[in-house]
């Protein structure tokens, strides 16, 4: 269900709270906290030449916005400021590429959807799940992406896949898949199962063929899969998910439209994943922590 991750969307919009959009006060220009000064003139220079001086919304404070609740494994137990879950982790991440120590990070919350919607905000950056689409960047920035989604077997405990470990254990399963997503292309080219998928037009009717036990499993991407394991299913199991993300939506970090910190937050992103952290934080909390293992 690669297409765009729909029914994680529909469920950030129907279980986030509403929030009301305060008036941006965006356009300072200030060294986040954590840079020294003192009345010696030349540590003071050093202090100064070495903090940041980046236009936030709230001056020497970087205000990030996440979903209301957020939920594991991208936020854990719904407490961004822990750092602990997928995005969190990110966040902070970014956060001190940027210049800015963890005290200086403030969280605040909003909708999936008004995040997206053109106009001011309150907050400089928004993670919850955003794929990059030409079509969002209509209405905001996006940084360069921070993760690609992986395609995922989902299933439950009392199904004969439950107990599926790797590809091979996989070739005997009846699947369901949505038709023309990657999921489909990735069962066929990972899997190739004896049994003919069923491939169903609609992500909604996929799962119902899991509930109703007409197939063992479904292949999803995993932000969706998430969503199912923890809202739409009693009793799901995340087989596990395949190594081979292309054909991925990749997400990034909203920004509003125009915004100076695009090119920064886009830079530190890049960072992030050239010195490896974006591959040791989905490791640590898309994988280990979710007991989401790679399928081999």
Known sequence: MARRHQLTVLAAAALTTTFALAACGGGQTTPASGAQSDDTSGAQSQAQSSAPTLETVTPGKLTIATGDPAYSPWVEDNKPESGKGFEAAIAYAVAEELGFAKEDVVW???????????????????????????????????????????????????????????????????????????????LKELVAPTKEPQVINNSVDVVAKLKAKQVDAIVVDLPTA???????????????????????????????????????????????????????????????????????
């Not at 920035?141 to 107990?163: C, G, I, M, N, R």
């Open 226 to 296: 998430f969503y199912l394991a923890g809202a739409e299913l009693d009793n799901a199991k995340l087989v596990g998910q395949f190594a081979d993300t292309s054909g991925g939506d990749e997400l990034g970090l909203v920004l509003p439209k125009g915004s100076a910190l695009t090119p920064a937050v886009t830079q530190a992103v890049d960072s992030l994943r050239e010195k490896g952290t974006l591959d040791e934080l989905a490791k640590k909390w898309l994988s280990d922590a979710a007991s989401v293992p790679v399928l081999k």
């Open 108 to 186: 605040t919350r909003t909708t999936f959807d008004a995040a997206i919607a053109p106009g001011a905000k309150d907050w400089d950056f928004n993670l919850q799940q955003y794929s990059i689409t030409d079509e969002r960047k209509k209405a905001v920035d996006f940084s360069s992406p921070y993760y690609t989604t992986a395609q995922v077997v989902l299933t439950t405990e009392d199904s004969p896949a439950a107990k599926a470990t790797s590809l091979a254990d996989l070739k005997d399963v009846l699947f369901g898949v949505q038709v023309g997503t990657t999921s489909q292309k990735v």
